[in-house]
C-alpha cells in the first residue's frame, strides 16, 4: 500500500492522517469543510513541531511529512487511486452507510475500506458494499500520535487476506495491532463504557462528587485519567452514542445510559469540545475545574 484515504479531518482524522503521512505514506485528506482541513492541517504542523522540540523528529522529516499530505473536499477525486481508506466520520450509522455506498463506487476494486468507528457493526457497514470481504474496523487511539493500541475488527465476511495485510500496515505504523471479532462495542469500549457510565451514576445518586470518583479510579486502580475526565476527553456524545447501541445490540438493561449523561448531552454539555461538561475548560488552556453544576 502507498495511497491512503482518510475520509474526515476532525480529531480522530487528523491524526490517523498525521501517522500515516509521518510513516512515509501519500496522504488524501477529505473533507467537505475547507475550514476544518485548514484547521487539520495547522494541527498536525503544531504536533510535528512538540516531536522537533523533543528531538524526535528533524525539521526535515517535518516537511516531508506535510509534502505527503493532500487535502481534498471532493470524495471521489480523494479516492480514485487509494489502497486503503479509512473513515473517521462523525459516528452516525446513517453517515457511514452512505459514505461508505461512495467509496465502493468511487475507490479501485483492490482497495481496502476501513472504519474507524468506535461501536457500529464492521458487517452493518459493509452490507453497503459490493465487497464486504474487503471492509474492516481500524479503531484508533486518541489521541492517535501517541496512543499505541489499533483494535482491528473483522466483519462477518472480511477475507482472512485483508485482516493480515490491516494487522501488518498496523505494525508498520508503529501501532500494535489486536484481532476482535464483530459484535457491539468490540473489546475497547465493551469495557470501558460500562465504567464510564457507572462513575455517571456514582455522581447521579450522590455516592461521590466528581473530583472523588475521578480521584478514586486514578489514586487506587491506577488510571492515568479518572473516568469522568475521560468521559469529557472523549466527548459526551460520542460515549452516549456508544451506549445505545451496547443497550440496543446486545437489549441487556446493564448498558442503559445513565439519565444525567442523557440530559447533559440535550443540555449541549459535550465535554471538552463544548468547553464544559463534568469539567470546565477555557480554550487555549491546559487547566481545568470542576464545572459549578457539580460543586458541592
Known sequence: MKNIAVIGAGTMGNGIAHVFAQTGFEVQLIDISEKAL???????????????????????DKAATLQRLHKVQ????????????VEAATERTDLKLK????????????CIL???????????????????????GMHFMNPVPIMKLVEV???????????????????KLGKSPVEVNDYPGFVANRILMPMINE???????????????????????????GPLRLADFIGLDVCLSIL???????????????????????????????????YIYQAGSKDFSVAPGFLK
Open 74 to 85: 471532493d470524495l471521489k477525486t480523494g479516492v480514485q487511486e487509494a489502497d486503503l481508506v
Open 99 to 110: 459514505i461508505f455506498k461512495q467509496l465502493d463506487e468511487h475507490c479501485p476494486k483492490a
Open 153 to 171: 475488527i473483522r466483519g462477518y465476511s472480511t477475507s482472512d487476506v485483508v485482516c493480515s495485510s490491516i494487522m501488518e500496515l498496523s505494525r
Open 244 to 278: 445505545q447501541v451496547l443497550h440496543e445490540g446486545f437489549g441487556n438493561p446493564k448498558y442503559a445510559p445513565c439519565p444525567l449523561l442523557v440530559n447533559m448531552v440535550r443540555a449541549g454539555k459535550l465535554g471538552q469540545k463544548s468547553g464544559e461538561g463534568f
Open 114 to 136: 476501513a472504519t474507524n468507528t468506535s461501536s457500529i457493526s464492521i458487517t452493518q457497514i459493509a452490507g453497503a458494499t459490493q465487497r464486504p470481504e474487503q471492509v474492516i
Open 199 to 225: 462513575a455517571i451514576f456514582s455522581l447521579f445518586e450522590g455516592v461521590a462528587g466528581v473530583k472523588e470518583i475521578d480521584a478514586v479510579m486514578q489514586l487506587g486502580m491506577a488510571h492515568p485519567m
Open 38 to 60: 485548514n484547521k487539520a492541517e495547522a494541527t498536525i504542523t503544531k504536533n510535528l513541531d512538540r516531536l522537533i522540540k523533543k528531538e524526535k523528529i528533524s525539521e526535515a
